[in-house]
């Protein structure tokens, strides 16, 4: 080392200190031994609700589908065989008690020997709308109520079995019938199920939502057929992605008793290994190194790592650069370490308790003719704020586009309202954050509009 010429006191200090740190080891014990393995989010359960509209039209035009319009048979009359056909009007549909109801009106036209009679009657059918296990909404206890306003009492007697013969036919058809909504909740599923990366700072996450099973609550006659699903899905963000989860098929339904309908609530765990966070850390970093110094330009912080020690974060960066000033020539180049509570405040992560150690806080007074460790602790604060929210936003959006989509038939409607950070944990090889995810999602069958749903 070079030394002009200063007083005594200061030049004999400045000495020992340079002499004894330009060089300087780990001023902290090294890293606790941590077994290894990769983030574990560790998500439990929760349930992604799903309001399910079938509009009365698109139930009737379905119907209207099913029941034939035309049909032929046969029949006895004064002992001889006869042939009969019919043709039925366009279905009408309500709803009563819970069930709904068909009109059907039918015009029969009857051969008998001297003429063809026209001969109208009505049916009515009742019947009560469920959803099995495989996403078909289905028809139960059938009902069928054959009138007849016709007052040849002698030709309606003989024609009941027309009556009767297309009753069966009407009610075969309709306990056959089945309207999907597997389509929109299969895309769904493997929309949800697919993993979305996205990039934070320096480093890549995952999110990645298992949907584990599918809950169906009762259904609601209203103008038309309502339900609610629940996805029951076990969400989570993990830095770095690892590897792809190949996902099943769509569960089979479960019909519950109850499903809490509207906007729903998920807590998702973040995981994220100290590893990444410092790589994120790096983009406050110009080339790898940060400088900190007006007096010293030469200094530089570099090589952040993180880890955890004793419920505590700990920071260590790698000091090193010249100093030339007060006659002072030599080069610093060594460990400093800083530790503190990882905190969360307004979607943003931060350790604001961030202090060298006791260790480090001795080497930093005994060079502070060189330099500031307040401007060190500083700038490590600083770079150690992460704006979660920011990031995850890129999520919300992948999301609620993956959430959006359908087409003449069907359109599922996705829409994130809130994204926060809860809670932050330190872990031994990772920290697990947790954010609050609010949002709504609807199917509507047919498909008004494919816009995210209104407020978001």
């Known amino acids: 080392m070079k030394l002009s010429k200063v007083r005594p006191p200061l030049r004999f200090v400045t000495l020992l200190a340079l002499a004894g740190c330009s060089r300087f080891g780990a001023v902290y014990p090294p890293r606790p031994v941590a077994a290894p393995g990769p983030p574990v989010a560790d998500a439990a359960p929760a349930r992604l609700f799903v309001h399910v509209s079938v509009t009365a039209e698109a139930l009737r ?3 209207d589908g099913v029941v034939p319009r035309t049909g032929e048979g046969a029949f006895s009359f004064l002992g001889a065989p006869r042939r009969y056909t019919w043709a039925r009007r366009p279905l009408g549909l309500r709803f009563s008690q819970g069930r709904l109801v068909l009109a059907v009106h039918v015009d029969a036209r009857l051969a008998l020997p001297l003429e063809t009679v026209e001969f109208p009657f009505d049916l009515d059918v009742a019947a009560e709308p469920v959803v099995n296990r495989d996403y078909a909404v289905k028809l139960q206890s059938v009902e069928v109520k054959v009138s007849c306003g016709d007052r040849r009492l002698e030709l309606a007697n003989a024609v009941a079995g027309v009556f009767a013969a297309l009753g069966r036919d009407v009610s075969g058809q309709l306990e056959r019938f089945a309207y999907d909504l597997r389509p929109p909740v299969e895309e769904a599923y493997a929309r949800v199920a697919r993993p979305v990366r996205f990039p934070a700072g320096g480093a890549e996450g995952c999110a990645r939502v298992r949907v584990l099973d599918v809950e169906a609550g009762p259904t609601v006659i209203a103008d038309g057929l309502d339900k609610d699903l629940a996805f029951v899905v076990a969400p989570s963000v993990t830095f770095p992605c690892g590897a792809d989860e190949v996902s099943g098929p ?15 609530a998920i807590s998702i765990p973040v995981a994220a290994s100290y590893d990444e966070l410092a790589r994120a850390m790096n983009v406050a970093f110009t080339d790898g190194k ?11 912080l570099a090589n952040p790592e993180l880890y955890e020690s004793q419920g505590l974060v700990v920071l260590k960066l790698h000091l090193a650069g010249p100093v030339h000033a007060m006659g002072i020539d030599t080069e610093l180049d060594g460990d400093i370490f800083f530790s503190g509570h990882v905190a969360v405040a307004d979607n943003e992560l931060s ?60 359109c599922f409607r996705g829409n994130i ?40």
């Open 250 to 264: 769509l569960p089979i339904l479960s019909n519950v008793a109850a499903v809490s309908p509207g906007p729903f």
């Open 290 to 300: 940060l400088s900190f110094s007006k007096d010293y330009p030469g200094l530089f």
């Open 417 to 456: 309202d809130k994204l926060e950070v809860a809670s932050v944990h330190a872990h031994g090889t990772y920290l697990r954050v947790y954010v609050t995810v609010t949002g709504r999602a609807s199917v509507t069958m047919p498909c008004a509009s494919l816009s995210p749903a209104s407020g978001g």
């Open 61 to 63: 035009a379905a119907l």
């Open 351 to 410: 350790v604001p308790d961030l202090e060298p150690t006791i260790e480090t806080r001795s080497l930093l007074l005994s060079l502070k003719a060189a330099t500031s460790g307040a401007n060190i602790r500083d700038q490590a604060r600083a770079a150690l704020r992460l704006d979660l929210g920011d990031r995850l936003r890129q999520v919300r959006t992948s999301l609620e586009g993956d959430l959006t989509f359908g087409g003449k038939d069907a």
